[in-house]
């Protein structure tokens, strides 16, 4: 047992099982003698490995046999320029504007063609996710894209939006794995795993096989072309191979445990024992509607930029690590991503509450 809690957005704490048997193979990975950092990406050792992990993949998430699963590089940064290149074959796209990482992709794509805002929930500083009933949908627009759990602001969508039709493109990277999904209903997902699945590095993109083809911008590099990868088997490169280790690793971990639909079980129960303190709370408040709050990433505030600084201080002394708020909007912010055990989330509130009855008694006095 590890004696923090880890609430960083990324890279996050991962499941303890995990990182204890990847230890015990780090020197000799099935009597190599090797590392799995050490093996080549091209021997039957390493093919057993990324199989292994499409595959149950494939299994825990139910994909459907026409989506690719790829293993890809650059973080979903890049992806925010693979995706106009590869699907913005009329140079338009819809976007709907959630938080810092969707307002990225809506700006890397406006480079490569016309980009429309279906909604947005900028004008309360993203603080609620707008209603996507009835999108403003451009006519020839050739996909509508969207960031299901946004990491800074702590809001999540809890309904597909309507695409009237349309392809949607999902960015899961902070609620990858946390719940079921219906794959069928998407375009394409994808998301960096370093929240959720392992450590920073990999994305995996699910795709429907018929959207990737040769057709794409003509500029398109070749290794930024989703058919390149496809063909390969996401062996076109040298893959970040000890990453999929890792992520077949947790995986098999999420398995154990019953599968997503225990995963978001066991999610919304620690999320509900940090948002019924908040809710109670006389000092911290939560920063989000309540019909849009995300279940991995709870942002907060007192109120007071001394006292979230003066929080944020104590919190880390007791062993609460990575609490204190994105740059770009401040407060605190605690990620409860699968691995985060439910004793984290109550050492957090019996610290908050502390935290809270020492402060309103210096008032008091």
């Not at 590089?73 to 925010?80: D, E, I, M, N, V």
């Not at 996710?129 to 969207?146: E, F």
């Not at 890792?246 to 079980?265: S, T």
Request: hydrophobic share 40%.
């Amino acid at each position: 047992m590890r004696h923090i809690y880890n609430f960083s957005a990324g890279p996050s704490v991962l499941p303890e099982p995990v990182l204890q048997e990847a230890a015990d193979e780090m020197m000799n990975y099935k009597g190599s003698g090797m590392s799995v950092m050490e093996i080549s990406h091209r021997s039957a050792l390493f093919q057993s490995i990324i199989d292994g992990a499409e595959h149950d993949l494939r299994t825990l998430m139910n994909i459907p046999d026409d989506y690719e699963v790829l293993f890809l590089q650059g973080g979903t940064s890049l992806q925010f320029a693979m995706i106009p290149m590869n699907f913005m074959r009329s140079q338009k796209a819809d976007y709907i504007l959630t938080g810092h990482w969707a307002k990225k992709a809506s700006e890397e794509a406006s480079i490569y063609g016309k980009v429309h805002v279906a909604a947005s929930s900028e004008d309360e500083n993203f603080s609620y996710i707008p209603d996507c009933d009835n999108l403003d949908i451009l006519p020839d627009s050739d996909y509508v894209y969207m960031c299901e759990n946004n990491t800074i602001y702590g809001t999540k969508f809890h309904k597909r939006p309507n695409t009237k039709g349309k392809i949607l493109i999902d960015d899961i990277s902070s609620s990858f794995l946390s719940e079921p999904m219906d794959v069928s209903k998407y375009g394409m997902l994808f998301g960096g795993i370093q929240k959720n699945l392992g450590p920073a590095g990999l994305v995996i993109a699910i795709i429907r096989k018929d959207l990737i083809s040769d057709t794409v911008l003509p500029w398109t590099p070749t290794m930024l072309r989703y058919k390149t990868h496809a063909d390969k088997k996401s062996l076109y490169n040298t893959p970040p191979t000890y990453n999929i280790y890792i992520v077949g690793k947790v995986i098999k971990w999420i398995q154990a445990l019953g599968g997503l639909e225990k995963m978001k079980e066991i999610n919304e129960k620690k999320a509900a024992v940090l948002y019924d303190f908040l809710d109670r709370s006389k000092l911290f408040y939560g920063t989000v509607r309540k019909d849009s709050r995300s279940l991995m990433n709870v942002t907060f505030r007192t109120g007071s930029e001394e006292m979230d600084a003066a929080f944020i201080k104590a919190a880390e002394q007791h062993g609460m690590i990575s609490i204190k708020g994105h740059r770009a909007v401040g407060g605190m912010r605690a990620s409860i991503y699968n691995a985060m055990p439910m004793e984290g989330v109550l050492s957090l509130v019996d610290f908050m509450t502390a935290f809270e009855k020492s402060k309103i008694s210096d008032c008091i006095l």
